[in-house]
């Protein structure tokens, strides 16, 4: 059974930090790019970051970028998204997602086959 299960969310106040994690089963880890989303109610879902299936490509959307690391752990099948100097404009239920590296890859949900449940991070001001 495939499997992505993100954690680490939670309430942080402005400026602090968050790492979240995106542990993976049922896949070939390895083959796959993963991408970190984020979504609020009656927005759509945001591409925030993503990394290439061999960890020597990422992607960082234009309100995240100088704040937000992403990496991966092979031996562990995960991949972490550091979130530091946090805003209120970062809330958001934040999803990671898989993708075949043949697929393709970058900020778009529609590349993505495999969705996790989300965790919910909270920034307040």
Same mark, same amino acid.
Request: proline share 3%.
């Given at each position: 059974?495939?499997?992505?299960?993100?954690? &680490?969310? &939670?309430?942080?106040?402005?400026? #602090?930090?968050?790492?979240?994690?995106?542990?993976?089963?049922?896949?070939?880890?390895?083959? @796959?790019? *993963?991408?970190?989303?984020?979504?609020? $109610?009656?927005?759509?879902?945001?591409?925030?970051?993503? *990394?290439? +299936?061999? #960890?020597? #490509?990422? @992607? @960082?959307?234009?309100? %995240?970028?100088?704040?937000?690391? *992403? +990496?991966?752990?092979?031996?562990?099948?995960?991949? !972490?998204?550091?979130?530091?100097?946090?805003? $209120?404009?970062?809330?958001?239920? !934040?999803?990671?997602?898989?993708?075949?590296?043949?697929?393709?890859?970058g900020p778009l949900p +529609?590349? @993505?086959?495999?969705?996790?449940?989300?965790?919910?991070?909270? %920034?307040?001001?």
């Amino acid at each position: 059974e495939v499997q992505l299960v993100e954690s &680490g969310g &939670g309430l942080v106040q402005a400026g #602090g930090s968050l790492r979240l994690s995106c542990a993976a089963s049922g896949f070939a880890f390895d083959d @796959y790019n *993963i991408g970190w989303f984020r979504q609020v $109610p009656g927005k759509e879902r945001e591409g925030v970051s993503c *990394i290439s +299936s061999t #960890g020597d #490509g990422t @992607y @960082y959307a234009a309100s %995240v970028t100088g704040r937000f690391t *992403i +990496s991966r752990d092979s031996a562990k099948n995960t991949v !972490y998204l550091q979130m530091n100097s946090l805003k $209120p404009e970062d809330t958001a239920v !934040y999803f990671c997602a898989a993708a075949l590296w043949s697929t393709g890859w970058g900020p778009l949900p +529609s590349l @993505y086959s495999y969705w996790g449940q989300g965790t919910q991070v909270i %920034v307040s001001s």
